[in-house]
């Protein structure tokens, strides 16, 4: 390890490096949020941008954005490259190539190591189970070469305090911050989940539940906002599952508005799911999958089969029970998020503390002594 730099003077602002290998979905909504949540330090963001995703946006307000190139060792090169330039104060590597370059590729010179896993590569369903104790002692070996965890829920935090070396593990929740919508308030419109199309998501237990809705009698609308993997957007289709393909944020949150239910089915899942957060928010009654992360996380509506999910939706036909249930989903969105999320990513990098009654913009950050 490498020997912790002094405090900085109380006038100075410390800069925080984002290294995102795969810039796009939650993790995009996530990097924006926390950026947003610290206005009074330096932000700049190198991230490869997924195919058909746009790096910019609010992110352009308050960070500086660098493109990382394609190919590992580009990217490698380019993280190290960025480090060596800009001696940043923090390293904050979302997700597991990310955090690999940075820990085991990249010399810190004395900055701080934080790691955000995004759901830890280990918990994988779709690989067998040697690549899963693969990753698990890959996730374990770099444990050493990390001075702090962010996780989303309580499950990664359990997952992060199992790996040999749990130094600083700090929850850093989801904040949801929506413009005023209004609502589908009256018992129409479609049965939707929303993001990309691909092994994580399991698109066969939202087709399965489905077809078991048909076949409990329903005529109701089954709808996939997003899209992804052409075999899987085919499978859906096949199914009677309307495929929307990329829509714009706006686009999304309308379509949120005037849904029935949420409903929730990836397979595995770091925890408290941003897609989850806006669809209560919003007001829809969600119904979600029964994995660990959602349980630990304390959504009510689980089902741990396609037709018992297909079942809790029909359930929601009945007025007084979905008004239940748009109660129950109200629970799991935090009600000072923004707050919250602040103050979890002070700690996480090293800063004191800011009153809350006190405007972030006009205090200077002061780094701990401790690393």
Not at 92 to 117: C, D, E, K, Q
Not at 211 to 234: H, K, M, N, Q, Y
Not at 242 to 268: C, D, K, M, N
Request: neutral net charge; glycine residues 8%; proline residues 8%.
């Amino acid at each position: 390890m490498n020997r912790s730099r002094s405090p900085f003077p109380s006038t100075t602002r410390p800069l925080v490096l984002h290294v995102v290998e795969a810039y796009g979905g939650g993790v995009a909504a996530v990097l924006t949020d926390y950026i947003n949540a610290l206005p009074e330090v330096q932000h700049v963001v190198l991230a490869y941008r997924r195919p058909g995703t746009q790096i910019g946006g609010d992110l352009e307000e308050r960070a500086e954005l660098i493109e990382m190139p394609a190919g590992k060792l580009n990217q490698i090169r380019a993280v190290r490259r960025t480090v060596q330039e800009r001696r940043p104060d923090i390293i904050h590597a979302h997700s597991s190539f990310a955090g690999g370059y940075v820990r085991a590729a990249t010399p810190r010179n004395g900055a701080r190591l934080v790691y955000s896993p995004h759901c830890y590569s280990f918990e994988r369903a779709d690989v067998p189970a040697a690549a899963r104790a693969g990753f698990w002692c890959l996730e374990a070996a770099l444990s050493f070469r990390t001075d702090s965890v962010a996780t989303v829920g309580e499950w990664e935090q359990l997952l992060a305090r199992r790996l040999p070396r749990p130094r600083d593990i700090v929850i850093v929740p989801h904040c949801v911050q929506l413009p005023a919508l209004a609502p589908n308030k009256l018992n129409g419109g479609p049965v939707l989940t929303v993001g990309r199309i691909r092994p994580q998501k399991d698109p066969e237990f939202f087709a399965a539940a489905a077809r078991d809705s048909r076949i409990l009698g329903s005529t109701r609308e089954w709808r996939w906002v997003g899209g992804g993997d052409p075999a899987l957007e085919r499978m859906l289709r096949e199914s009677g599952v309307t495929v929307t393909g990329w829509q714009p944020r706006e686009a999304v949150l309308r379509e949120l508005a005037s849904a029935h239910a949420y409903v929730h089915t990836a397979l595995w899942e770091a925890g408290n799911p941003i897609a989850v957060l806006e669809a209560a928010a919003v007001g829809l009654p969600v119904v979600a999958r029964d994995i660990p992360p959602i349980r630990y996380a304390g959504m009510e509506r689980l089902a741990a089969t396609s037709i018992e999910l297909a079942q809790r939706v029909l359930e929601l036909e009945d007025e007084e029970r979905r008004h239940e249930a748009v109660i129950e989903a109200s629970r799991f969105v935090p009600p000072d998020g923004v707050k919250s999320q602040a103050r979890a990513l002070r700690k996480l990098y090293g800063m004191s503390p800011v009153e809350d009654s006190i405007d972030a913009d006009e205090q200077p950050a002061r780094f701990s002594a401790t690393r």
